[in-house]
């Protein structure tokens, strides 16, 4: 990057942010759905091992990324990549003379080497954390593709996890900070958090340990993990205890699952080596949720330079008694640490720390059922959805300390990092478990559908970071010298099936249309088979069975996607319109579309073979964007369903002077031999030479593949 470019973008940013606080944050509270500061009975999702995925768009991908994606990135992780995939792999090649390998971290550690410098530490600080969130994604796959190899792998793996705490003693592990700054665990003493990562890399090592019990009932790494977790909650708290929080969010959410882990299920504590005591998990999760901007409010990041703020930071300044006896910096915007988050009232900061925190705080909502922290995710989500999320779901407009930009700002050139959409995924997918409303699932199959699956190449081998809705050389690379997408993107499709059903009390949801089946119990005893069949997303057609085990009166709720109501964005940051609405049948008639809260509700004596006909409205549709978006203005993007769509040159060679037609009809036709078989839309557009010509739209998520680089775009001007 150009320091020219970094001195500009921060200008701008600095400019933007002053702005977007002086006037943009203050317009007026975005949260017309008041409902969702109310306290709701969260719906129940299904476990990944309850539900069975059969379905033509999603089984062969799921079947590629078990097999091909965990295997590849473990791989690389252990340093089987090509070193001359990005520059600065290439630089550390010459270096190292081989590639880098997470594992040896683990290895000399358990030699028992400490302090002996960062070249002896692979990859960035927060390399052990990656490693431990490719093994929670590939745990959930192989819950549903049993692999012998796969979870011997893992086997391995853990044992030189295990041999590496086990060299410390009390519980602690880190690998970076053991090898390069062992006096400065947790970042203090003149450690530095926000780069060394350790609350982050123990979060996802818990998270990775409940995901691999769940799958395969074994403790080992659960046993490593409350060791972990253990030291802690010994260490970290309220005074006397030291004030840190995660510099990353994700450890309140991996608290909370071991908690929950422990609390359903408390027969498994005899079979644990330490003492478990979960309430003090979900103290901990709370602590990292209430303790945010609570600290000496120094250094003034984006005022100071960063290698000032750092200084003050490994100065220990911040320990002076001056700021009183459970003082800590403040890790400022980036890492939602300004303010307490009962304050906050727009998403900010780092975009995937930031989707993260949202996540966090509505996992720990949805055991506390506290309104403030209701209030405060509901406000959080609601100016993402409504105000700062890209057509594709994309978060985080800013390359510069890849955040959320200010309200409203959504260049097409933006930096969207596939881990921030994944985040954003997350995030949604907990607001519908604790308020059970559609509009969540509407934001989270945007994600999913666009800027998540952008995230991974046809062949389940090449990545991206960045997922811009403007391409002009951008291709997925083989490796990064950062690669956290890779296993982000493994966690949300790890655990798909989980977000396709769920229950409250004696209600079913069908939050997600995924041909597949799934046994669901409801509160009054009755076990419900539910199964799904559909071309969705290429077609609107969706055939539900519902076969409960006797007849019984129960309700099934079927949600409605927002774009199928015209309703695009529940906030109406996008605006489009379908000619034909959704249409319902129940064994064959026509059921009245009463929506509430983006479901139809379906209350009747249900018996084997009922049957429930959904039909969404899938012909393809012209979205704008909110005329407060400046740089939209005149421009459209093309949808059907929840696939947005891009124009690349190889189809289209005068795509720089394109401009499409609105009131010509477009087409939809689905190719079996394009892009591994999709719907592609054609229209007309002009050139700037005035010639009428076809257009040719593919899927967003498929951008790249035919030939990596290609010129594309997504907003495309119209000709009025
Ligand atoms: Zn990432």
Redo the contacts with the bound molecule.
């Keep these: 990057m150009n320091k020219t470019y970094i001195i500009y973008s921060t200008i701008l940013v600095t400019v933007l942010l002053l702005a977007g606080m002086l006037i943009g944050f203050r317009i007026d509270s975005n949260k017309t759905p008041g409902e969702d500061t109310a306290v709701n009975k969260p719906m129940v999702f299904s476990a990944v091992k309850d539900v069975k995925v059969n379905d033509s768009f999603w089984s062969p991908k799921l079947a590629l990324w078990s097999d091909v994606t965990v295997n590849d990135i473990f791989n690389k992780f252990e340093g089987q990549y090509d070193e001359e995939s990005r520059r600065d792999l290439l630089n550390e090649y010459k270096k190292l003379g081989r590639t880098r390998d997470a594992f040896r971290n683990f290895d000399i550690v358990a030699q028992g080497k400490r302090g002996v410098g960062q070249p002896q530490h692979e990859g960035p600080p927060w390399y052990d954390g990656l490693v431990y969130e490719t093994i929670r994604g590939a745990a959930d796959f192989l819950i549903q593709f049993p692999d012998k190899k796969t979870e011997e792998r893992i086997d391995a793996y853990i044992d030189r996890i295990e041999a590496a705490q086990n060299s410390e003693g009390d519980g602690y592990i880190n690998t970076y900070t053991m090898l390069a700054e062992p006096k400065h665990r947790w970042g203090t003493n003149g450690g530095f958090e926000r780069y060394q990562h350790d609350v982050y890399n123990s979060g996802a090592l818990i998270e990775a340990a409940v995901h691999y019990y769940n799958a395969t009932g074994k403790t080992r790494l659960l046993n490593i993990a409350v060791k972990c977790a253990n030291y802690i909650c010994k260490v970290m708290g309220p005074a006397p205890k030291l004030n840190i929080i995660p510099a990353h969010a994700l450890p309140e959410e991996a608290m909370m699952k071991l908690y929950w882990l422990f609390k359903n299920n408390p027969v498994l504590k005899s079979k644990i080596s330490e003492k478990v005591n979960e309430d003090d998990y979900y103290d901990m999760a709370k602590f990292w949720i209430e303790y945010r901007g609570k600290h000496c409010g120094l250094p003034v990041w984006n005022v100071w330079s960063q290698a000032e703020c750092e200084k003050w930071i490994k100065d220990n300044t911040y320990s002076d008694p001056k700021y009183g006896n459970h003082s800590r910096p403040s890790w400022g915007l980036y890492n939602q640490d300004s303010v307490s988050v009962f304050q906050q009232k727009t998403i900010e900061g780092h975009a ?1 720390r930031a989707t993260l925190f949202g996540t966090c705080v509505t996992t720990v909502a949805l055991e506390n059922n506290d309104p403030s922290y209701i209030e405060a995710s509901s406000a959080i989500w609601d100016n993402m959805v409504g105000r700062r999320m890209h057509v594709t779901g994309g978060c985080g407009s800013f390359r510069y300390e890849e955040m959320f930009g200010p309200d409203y700002v959504l260049p097409s050139d933006g930096y969207l ?3 921030a959409a994944v985040g954003s995924a997350f995030f949604s997918g907990r607001m519908a478990e604790l308020h059970g409303d559609g509009k969540y699932f509407d934001a989270f199959e945007r994600s999913l559908y666009n800027n998540v699956l952008s995230g991974i190449s046809l062949s389940g081998d090449h990545y991206s ?1 960045e997922n811009p809705l403007i391409g002009e050389g951008v291709e997925r690379w083989n490796w990064h010298s950062c690669p ?2 890779p296993p ?1 993107f493994l966690k949300i499709v790890g655990e798909l099936p989980r977000y396709i059903y769920s229950k409250e009390s004696n209600s079913i949801y069908i939050n997600l249309f995924i041909g597949s089946e799934a046994k669901i119990m409801l509160d009054n005893g009755q076990e419900v088979l539910v199964k799904q069949t559909t071309g969705y997303p290429w077609e609107g057609r969706i055939e539900i069975n519902i076969e409960p085990t006797t007849k019984k009166e129960f309700t099934v709720k079927v949600r409605i996607p927002g774009w199928a109501q015209s309703s695009e964005n529940p906030y109406g940051l996008y605006i489009s319109k379908v000619k034909s609405g959704a249409g319902i049948k129940v064994n064959g008639k026509k059921t009245a579309l009463n929506i509430t809260r983006g479901y139809v509700n379906i209350t009747r004596i249900w018996a084997k073979g009922d049957v429930i006909e959904l039909n969404l409205p899938m012909e393809p549709r012209f979205v704008y964007a909110n005329e407060k978006v400046q740089n939209l203005k005149g421009m459209a993007v093309l949808a059907s369903g929840p696939i947005v769509y891009g124009l690349e040159k190889f189809d289209n060679p005068e795509l720089s002077s394109y401009k499409i037609d609105i009131n010509s009809p477009v087409n939809m036709t689905y190719k079996n031999d394009v892009l591994n078989g999709v719907n592609i839309i054609t229209g007309k557009a002009f050139t700037g030479k005035g010639a009428e010509v076809e257009f040719k739209a593919v899927p967003f998520n498929t951008l790249n593949n035919r030939m990596p680089g290609n010129d594309f775009k997504v907003w495309v001007p119209v000709q009025e």
């Design positions: 995937v990092e596939t881990c970071y956290c997408c982000m």
